[in-house]
């Protein structure tokens, strides 16, 4: 059976395109993934664009196809519940907060690039959204994602992602990527109930 991708959901078409950019970056000159990575010291000297573009480029294939693999599974399960413009805002929230969180919390982390903080964002996104829809699944997987990030946080990364990835896992990523989550959810509850505030006072 062939996929048409017409027929996927708008926000789906877009986890689609974001994967297809991560492999064009990939597939960049080695002078663009450097002038893309977050570099504690570039961001420090102006180049803020670091904070996001680090999101979107990779140590290498290995890298990419396990963290390519990860968004095509999240998009599967969760991306057709949203919005595409919801969808993108999530994306953008959960990759600018792991670069922000990098810079102003983890000093230590000197460079860094992948997506795996904003998938961890996104999983976030994608179960507190199960929870609010009333599935039981959404809180067994969000004390998942609990649990996996103090584990890394306590012993750091598994020992089978790095020997893919081909360098250490900044585990500090996958934390701030999920609060970004949260905040997009604190942001949305506010902007929520103020809309419904003024509805109904009219």
């Known amino acids: 059976m062939r996929l048409n991708p017409s027929s996927l959901s708008p926000s789906c078409r877009l986890t689609l ?21 977050y570099e504690r010291n570039g961001v420090a000297a102006g180049e803020i664009w670091r904070i996001l573009t680090s999101n979107f480029i990779h140590l290498g294939w290995g890298h990419l196809a396990l963290n390519l693999a990860g968004l095509l599974l999240i998009g599967w399960l969760f991306a057709a519940r949203f919005s595409p413009w919801y969808w993108l805002t999530a994306v953008l929230v959960c990759s600018l907060s792991t670069g922000l969180g990098l810079y102003l919390l983890s000093p230590e982390v000197l460079w860094c690039v992948g997506l795996s903080g904003t998938l961890h964002g996104l999983m976030v996104v994608g179960s507190l959204d199960w929870i609010k829809q009333g599935e039981r699944l959404g809180i067994i997987l969000l004390i998942g994602i609990g649990a996996k990030l103090l584990w ?46 003024r509805s109904s006072q009219v």
């Open 152 to 197: 890394e946080r306590l012993y750091g990364g598994a020992p089978l992602s790095v020997e893919i990835t081909g360098g250490a896992i900044v585990t500090d990523a996958h934390i701030w990527g999920a609060a970004g989550a949260m905040i997009l959810a604190l942001g949305s509850m506010i902007w929520t109930r103020a809309l419904s505030g």
């Open 17 to 37: 395109y974001l994967g297809a950019l991560v492999v064009l970056l990939q597939l960049s000159p080695e002078s663009w993934h450097i002038l893309l990575r």
